[in-house]
């Protein structure tokens, strides 16, 4: 990868700069609104649903708030996490002596099994450079197909960390290949960030248009949390805005290991879940957490329960007619079930409410998948809409 | 409703003077790309797909389409049918007379189990009028709730028209209310055709944006036909355009009226059919006929089977990330499946291709319901993509 060190200071100057870099590779996602659901998050919770939650009993909150989603569903490859790989392999490219150095024919190699790999084939194969990707042997089988589908070249590995970074080793003692991580790297920080500054311009835009708000536009944003190559971005696209961001992670097995080394103050740098959320299982990375913790630039990180996802899954797909993954729906999740993160914004919004972001990170899921997890999951069936 | 003989001229500038009365009611609906679709699209089909066609054994077309969707899953109510309730009920509104006459009291009435019942629910809502709709008791109960939720004075019937229609006699003699049809009536007509006025300005932008074409936008549209309502509009909107038209219908147990009428010169008035196109079981209304056959607006209608709008249904769910009924992909099954359809575009087009736009007209599916279509009508479980 491109030497960190060399990477440009992580302000929002570099996400601007970044997006002028990027935004002839990437879609313009569109920005989804969906009053059903703005009544429903801006209705107090039923005292049914906050039974047995240590808000049983009590008065719940009544926020008022105003959904905006950012579909990165609809983003290339079906993630956000084209516009880091972009953003990497562009920057890397621009490094002193890549060419000279055969950078072109010694190419890129990651290990991933998720969204990061489809998205990193995909920016070499249209750089024209080799990308060597490390999966596990046990991978979905789609999952293999669509990666190789992208030009890459797939190489098969254990499943531990230790057995994926051996073989990554040996790919790049091999070919010269150079290393572009998923999330913990200045760069792709900067990429995933670039979907803060669209989201930012779009719904200014469109409450103008509404002839609303004397031109406020959005007064916080909300973004899934795994390595939190996506959050800090985030973060970093909104600072001086006045716009606050937070962070949402599943609870389930301790994935929401950054809300917990927010309150420590200490990183926590392993995690071992196996959240329906499969997108946000890795803890998260080094550089980000300087971002989100050292710098103070996210406001607060929540979490929400696999049921609370479940929930906001069939929503999403019934209410906003867009197919996600699990991963995508933590922030909806937050917004609508967290008593925590509505109360907080009851008390900060007031009257005039908040206009939320929503960033949909993601849609990369079969049918057959989100039917098993719909089935499996909803608590005594329960219809949430049709 | 409505007197028809008073309804503005049925031309383009009609449906542009609709648009400007329902603008402010419905969504501008986003248009999709998709990449994968369009070399899906612009590559022939294998020899496997046609064996046990007529086109077995044949050279397969070779055209080259690229993909315009229109997603009128994304409207209010999820669904096209709010742009003609809208229309119709402003028409309506401003009848001479109507209000001292007690139109607001009075309001209106309908009978539909599908998305014209939730599309006239809403606009009434909105305007203050009651709305009636008369529904078959064997109704899916979602329905039902969903109708009511838009605060609609729901009344059961048996489930025959002849029941049906005494029902609603009996509401329109008791409360005055007026019948507001779901396609065959210009005011519907014209208010469906907005959707295409829309489209021919997205997709000219979008063209434009890309620095393509010497300014030149869509080459064709294809829709769904139903009843024909928004086919016939969409041809009203595209006409002294340049744009060709085209209708989609599935060919299950005759519901391919419209092809089939054309054939002879007659319409063909009644149906049965049980296609997973549920919002496509009705023959095509008399008023919409005189557009598509009469006037020659449409060019021609082509038919696909139920399992080529399954494929179509999985691709559109996993590739494009929206969630559709499968009424809303007879379009694209014909871009992509239908070899007669194909090898038109192949020969009218030539090399620089069409640019197509595709209508998804609605997204009113439950994921159960997707999951039990992909299930049931798979033959032998070939993945179409993942």
Redesign the interface.
């Known amino acids: 990868m491109a030497d960190p060190t060399k990477s440009p200071p992580l302000t929002r100057s570099s996400v601007i700069d970044a997006h002028a870099l990027i935004k002839k590779y990437i879609h313009l996602t ?1 920005v ?1 609104t969906n ?1 059903f659901l703005n009544d429903l998050a801006s209705n107090p919770q039923s005292a049914e649903a906050l039974a047995d939650t240590p808000w049983a009993g009590q008065k719940p909150a009544n926020p008022k708030i105003r959904l905006w989603f950012k579909c990165e ?2 983003q ?1 490859v ?1 993630a956000f996490k084209a516009r880091g790989a972009f953003h990497a392999l562009t920057r890397l490219m621009a490094e002193e002596g890549w060419e000279e150095n055969g950078g072109r024919e010694r190419g890129v190699v990651t290990h991933s099994s998720g969204n990061h790999a489809q998205a990193l084939s995909l920016a070499a194969k249209t750089m024209g450079l080799p990308a060597h990707i490390v999966m596990p042997t046990i991978s979905t089988p ?1 999952k293999i ?2 990666t190789k589908g992208y030009g890459a070249n797939v190489i098969f590995s254990g499943s531990t960390s230790v057995e994926r970074e051996a073989v990554v080793a040996e790919v790049v003692n091999d070919t010269g290949a150079r290393l572009v991580p998923p999330y913990d790297h200045p760069d792709i920080m900067l990429g995933q960030g670039t979907l803060g500054i669209e989201l930012q311009q779009q719904v200014g835009d469109m409450i103008k248009a509404q002839g609303g708000k004397n031109g406020k536009g959005l007064d916080a944003i909300i973004t899934p949390c795994g390595g939190g190559g996506m959050l800090s971005g985030t973060a970093l696209s909104c600072e001086g805005t006045g716009i606050l961001v937070f962070g949402a992670e599943p609870e389930f097995e301790g994935a929401d290991d950054c809300k917990r080394g927010l309150k420590t103050g200490t990183r926590i740098e392993s995690v071992k879940t196996l959240t329906i959320a499969d997108g946000l299982r890795t803890p998260v990375g080094a550089y980000p957490w300087t971002v989100i913790h050292d710098r103070k630039l996210v406001k607060a990180v929540y979490s929400v329960t696999e049921e609370q996802i479940v929930k906001a899954l ?1 929503l999403v ?2 209410r906003v ?4 993954e699990p991963s995508s729906v933590v922030g909806l999740a937050t917004a609508l079930f967290n008593e925590e993160f509505r109360g907080m914004v009851g008390r900060e919004a007031g009257e005039s409410g908040w206009d939320l972001g929503v960033v949909v990170s993601g ?1 990369n899921v ?3 998948a ?2 098993r997890l ?2 499996a999951k909803e608590e005594g069936k329960e ?1 949430v809409g ?1």
């Open positions: 569109p989804l009053a569903n609809f290339k079906g789609s197909v669509a069939r797909l019934e007619k867009i197919v996600v849609g079969s049918v057959e989100l039917g719909l089935e219809k049709s």
